[in-house]
């Protein structure tokens, strides 16, 4: 298997642009978590998936972020408008849910809003 | 909210010397794991242990939990230079992780 798949790897765009990230959880797996990561906040979890529907939305920090996961094999990110702030490496992960409870990550999508 | 908070935050040891990290968290928890994470990289699963259990060992990798205390650690034997990273614990509950902020080790050639 390749992994969990993100695209892009990196996105540099200006303030008030719409951005979109990508993702390709493991297949077979029915978890699917998205986490944004600074240096001063650490990594937060923003939302997670389970089946494809959303069950926790509380990290997600404003109405300007969305998510949406309309298949198994297929997730996105998307903030509208961007702003400076919203700079960080942008990471999903996922799990298949039985005992081990790991989750496997992918490389991150490094977001720079100018 | 962070959950785990890792000791120390850095840690700079020589090649073939052990490496010990600390994680204190605060609520009840299913499991803790500990993860790595190599500059520009995901996150990597390293080890997984369960609040009913005390001890856990993986290769080089030892980590021990004290429910009573809410402290975990993990011990890296024998390092190497490929060991350089920063380390994650993360507290699992109600179907989701909380992560550290993680420790930054450096293994000296």
């Known amino acids: 298997d390749a992994g969990v798949i993100q695209s892009p790897r990196h996105e540099v765009t200006e303030m008030g642009q719409e951005v979109t990230l990508r993702c390709k959880p493991i297949s077979g797996h029915d978890y699917l978590f998205w986490y944004r990561q600074t240096m001063m906040r650490g990594l937060e979890l923003l939302i997670y998936f389970n089946n494809n529907v959303p069950i926790d939305d509380s990290g997600m920090p404003e109405d300007r972020f969305s998510a949406k996961m309309p298949n198994a094999s297929f997730s996105t990110l998307k903030i509208q408008p961007s702003e400076p702030r919203d700079s960080a490496v942008y990471f999903c992960?996922?799990?298949?849910?039985?005992?081990?409870?790991?989750?496997?990550f992918g490389p991150g999508t490094r977001l720079l809003v100018l | 909210s962070q959950q785990g908070e890792e000791d120390p935050q850095a840690l700079s040891i020589q090649e073939g010397e052990n490496a010990t990290m600390n994680c204190s968290y605060k609520?009840?928890?299913?499991?803790l794991q500990w993860y790595r994470q190599n500059s520009g990289r995901g996150l990597v699963h390293l080890i997984l242990?369960?609040?009913?259990?005390r001890e856990k060992h993986s290769g080089r990798l030892r980590v021990t939990l004290d429910t009573s205390k809410k402290s975990s650690s993990l011990l890296i034997t024998a390092s190497r230079a490929a060991d350089t990273a920063s380390y994650f614990c993360a507290t699992g509950a109600n179907s989701k992780l909380t992560f550290g902020k993680g420790i930054t080790l450096s293994v000296r050639p």
């Open positions: 609520t009840s928890i299913n499991n």
């Open positions: 992960a996922s799990s298949f849910w039985d005992r081990q409870e790991t989750q496997y």
């Open positions: 242990i369960r609040s009913n259990e």
